[in-house]
């Protein structure tokens, strides 16, 4: 049944919005399951479903994590496996550093390699709706979804803090107004911006998404932040599939005492094959990026990463 499941779900027609992709029958997967609920999940539904899955979605690396000259984590990339790789559009890769022809010739470089440009990052030091330097802040996100676009990749990560506390009323109406901001030059370049969670309940992002109205906007899913906040990974991307533009390939634990820490993938508390599965079949065809944000050996490690990931399709 749920390899039936599967083959209706190819066949299914997709409407597509600007960067971000929602299906016709949104919630529903098939005749016989809400996907959106649940259903019946285990181990054993989720390598069926990959059973029936192509032998991959596009999996990339972040070449910051490598701490090497650009060129050399390119190779280190394409050594891996990878298909293609994401950049940080901040201090690793700066628009003022490329001309026209430097970009064009940037873009032929990769292709020397066999990689795609994967979405982009842009780090911010503050939380995004944060009043110090709020305006520098935002035209420097603004610069970054321009500079995508013309590196031709049409989602942009980045982080945006905790969310604001319900009884702030004026940092959610900051917030808000700021997503609607950069929203709208998103759907002048043609490029959406993926915010990735940070522990809070998946519904609360569902929620803060729906008041953005302007342009497209989506979500960048780290599996690693919700295992962190003590959440579950599969019941996190129920709630937010409709709006996953970009997938983080990151692990995470939680210990009995409540504290939550970053792994390397596969020695974490993430079910990899389940949730590549539900990725599958929730219509999800995106980017799955490896990123490694601490321990001795990052570069390593997001290449183990594909390695995981490749090795679940075989």
């Known amino acids: 049944m749920v390899l039936n499941r599967v083959r209706l779900k190819q066949t ?9 992709a929602r299906c016709q ?21 989720a390598v069926s479903i990959i059973s029936g899955m ?44 490329l001309t026209g022809t430097g970009k064009r010739q940037f873009l032929h470089s990769l292709t020397e390699y066999g990689l795609k440009i994967a979405p982009a990052h842009f780090p911010t030091k503050r939380a995004l709706y944060a009043t110090e330097q709020l305006d520098a802040r935002i035209a ?23 969310l604001p506390a319900e009884a702030d009323e004026k940092e959610a109406k900051t917030l808000i107004e700021v997503l609607n901001d ?11 911006l993926a915010i990735a969670p940070s522990g809070e309940p998946a519904a609360a992002y569902a929620k803060l998404l729906a008041q953005v109205t302007t342009g497209p906007i989506g979500i960048d899913f780290d599996p690693s932040s919700f295992v962190c906040a003590g959440r579950k990974v599969s019941e996190a991307f129920r ?18 005492d409540g504290l939550g820490a970053e792994t390397a993938v596969g020695q974490g508390q993430v079910n990899w094959a389940e949730l590549l599965a539900l990725l599958y079949e929730s219509g999800y065809r995106g980017w799955v990026t490896a990123v490694r944000n601490q321990g001795p050996d990052r570069g390593g490690d997001v290449i183990r990463a594909i390695e995981t990931l490749k090795s679940i399709f075989l």
């Open 12 to 20: 299914q027609a997709y409407r597509f919005l600007p960067g971000v």
């Open 25 to 45: 029958n949104v919630g529903r997967c098939s005749a016989t399951g809400d996907f959106a609920r649940g259903g019946d999940w285990s181990f054993r539904n």
């Open 54 to 97: 192509p032998p991959s979605l596009p999996l990339a690396v972040a070449t910051r994590v490598f701490g090497q000259p650009l060129r050399v984590a390119l190779r280190r990339a394409a050594e891996c496996g990878a298909n293609g790789v994401q950049f940080e559009l901040r201090d690793e890769l700066r628009s003022e550093a």
């Open 140 to 162: 420097a996100v603004r610069d970054a979804m321009t500079f995508a676009s013309q590196l031709k990749t049409q989602v942009l990560t980045l982080r945006l803090g905790p």
């Open 182 to 192: 950069l929203a709208r030059h998103g759907n002048h370049v043609g490029v959406t």
């Open 239 to 256: 709630e937010l599939y409709t709006l996953v533009v970009h997938v983080q390939a990151r692990d995470g634990v939680r210990d009995l």
